[in-house]
């Protein structure tokens, strides 16, 4: 059963401080984790994943949606952010390497994940963003051991 956290932001500011909260508290696990961003297009996925990735210094973040992977490594981190909305077919991940980008010291943000459905790591947690404006609310699932220390960190 997955443990819920619901988190309302009422600015980008806040949406920024959540994504590099969550970002120093992946880090610290020091284990693979395992990130699905969902939501609809425009509520904020991106933003999450992008705020995120530049709490470790990467100043230019760009969107995988035509790519499918950007990877972001250095001496502190491994993060890989997926977007599979263009995926016709969840094999395709296969033939860019989807199992390299797992295992220890790797964190993956993956957007509309149930399109690589078969072909990618379970969740460890998952965010579900809805909004409007500046405001949303991130209604946070934990599913596994990884995701519950997460959820942990967050809600303290």
Not at 34 to 48: F, H, P, R, S
Not at 83 to 95: A, G, H, N, T
Request: charged share 20%.
């Amino acid at each position: 059963m997955a443990i819920i956290l619901i988190i309302e932001l009422n600015s980008t500011d806040e949406t920024k401080a959540f994504s590099q909260q969550l970002a120093r508290h992946a880090q610290q696990l020091d284990q693979g984790v395992v990130i699905y961003l969902e939501g609809d297009l425009g509520a904020g996925k991106t933003t999450l994943a992008r705020s995120f990735i530049q709490n470790f210094g990467f100043d230019r973040v760009k969107s995988p949606t035509y790519s499918l992977v950007e990877s972001y490594i250095n001496q502190d981190i491994n993060i890989h952010h997926f977007d599979c909305y263009r995926l016709s077919d969840p094999e395709e991940l296969e033939y860019i390497g989807i199992r390299e980008y797992s295992g220890p010291g790797h964190i993956q943000l993956i957007e509309w994940a149930e399109l690589g459905q078969g072909m990618i790591e379970p969740a460890d947690m998952t965010i579900n963003i809805t909004g409007e404006d500046n405001s949303r609310t991130l209604s946070i699932a934990a599913h596994s051991k990884i995701g519950k220390q997460l959820l942990a960190c967050l809600n303290s």
